[in-house]
T-cell receptor, first 111, second 111 residues
């Protein structure tokens, strides 16, 4: 069945770049997403990429998609303390729009 | 649009009581999802609707859980009777045009 996997934890220094990785198994994914969840809040859509794209850049965020390896990454440039959160990777797996989420990566930004 | 609205934001109840969580979706949404989030199990999809019709309820943990969507503007998730292991944050989410938007969640504590 469909499965989305992420590493559970990432520690990064303020000002450095963060790279969060995600792998998925369903080759029929149409869209892949990155969500951010801050403590006590819901999931906030950060960015998404259509499956026929390799890269998408949005200000400090860069999404890279390797369809061959079924690998998705999110790079955050100049990481700030406000970027500390849990980041979820997700894919849409079927025509009904059902989202498959990873377990989330806890990103901790240290001074 | 005010986004996805959930109520209550916090609910504390005693074991055995009925709990009803409410969701007012974004106007014009395509799908409505109910998720549960815990530290142990992460984000779990419980059920989702399309055009007010339940599409997949395989994630509903047991018969104590039920969800309804009487119209396009309202959905409920009911737990009867509630148990301490139901304590979690419950999210309602909607998709519009391929993007999924989350509500702020209801934090449920069952004592």
């Amino acid at each position: 069945g469909e499965d989305v996997e992420q590493s559970l934890f990432l520690s990064v220094r303020e000002g450095d770049s963060s790279v969060i990785n995600c792998t998925y198994t369903d080759s029929s994914s149409t869209y892949l997403y990155w969500y951010k969840q801050e403590p006590g809040a819901g999931l906030q859509l950060l960015t998404y990429i259509f499956s026929n794209m390799d890269m998408k850049q949005d200000q400090r965020l860069t999404v890279l998609l390797n369809k061959k390896d079924k690998h998705l990454s999110l790079r955050i440039a100049d990481t700030q303390t406000g970027d500390s959160a849990i980041y979820f990777c997700a894919e849409v797996t079927d025509s009904w729009g059902k989202f498959q989420f990873g377990a989330g990566t806890q990103v901790v930004v240290t001074p | 649009d005010a986004g996805v609205i959930q109520s209550p934001r916090h609910e504390v109840t005693e074991m055995g009581q009925e709990v009803t969580l409410r969701c007012k979706p974004i106007s014009g949404h395509d799908y409505l999802f109910w998720y549960r989030q815990t530290m142990m199990r992460g984000l779990e999809l419980l059920i989702y609707f399309n055009n007010n019709v339940p599409i997949d309820d395989s994630g509903m943990p047991e018969d104590r859980f039920s969800a309804k969507m009487p119209n396009a503007s309202f959905s409920t998730l009911k737990i009867q009777p509630s148990e301490p292991r139901d304590s979690a944050v419950y999210f309602c989410a909607n998709t519009i045009g391929g993007e999924q938007f989350f509500g702020p969640g209801t934090r449920l504590t069952v004592l």
